[in-house]
Nanobody, 123 residues
Framework: QVQLVESGGGLVQPGGSVRLSCAAS????????MGWFRQAPGKEREFVAS????????NYADSVKGRFTISRDSAKNTMYLQMNNLKPEDTAVYYC????????????????WGQGTQVTVSS
């Protein structure tokens, strides 16, 4: 059974940084591209970033390019999202997602989701 558990969210001031983690209990973690999505109040869930199975190719939403960095540690079955220069519009619940290779190419979510972690950017 696939389980994804996010951690690292919280309250941060504009311009600040936070790192999210996603611990995956997937026996074949290295076979899954992984991604982050977010959902702000009253809005649809949207793509944030994704990373391929080898960790050498990444995709980002235009709104976070240059500020967020996605990475993975296959030895730890863990994915990360380093978020810098945070803005109030980054406030959302952030979700970890396991994708297929086809979904990775199209920035679409896969079937497996974590429970989400809240990030609030406010002074």
């Amino acid at each position: 059974q696939v389980q994804l558990v996010e951690s690292g969210g919280g309250l941060v001031q504009p311009g600040g940084s936070v790192r999210l983690s996603c611990a995956a209990s997937i026996p074949t973690f290295n076979n899954y591209p992984m991604g982050w999505f977010r959902q702000a109040p009253g809005k649809e869930r949207e793509f944030v970033a994704s990373i391929n199975i080898w960790g050498d190719k990444t995709n980002y939403a235009d709104s976070v390019k240059g500020r967020f960095t996605i990475s993975r540690d296959s030895a730890k079955n863990t994915m990360y999202l380093q978020m810098n220069n945070l803005k109030p519009e980054d406030t959302a619940v952030y979700y970890c997602n396991a994708m297929t290779k086809g979904e990775f190419v199209l920035d679409l979510p896969g079937d497996y989701w974590g429970q989400g972690t809240q990030v609030t950017v406010s002074s």
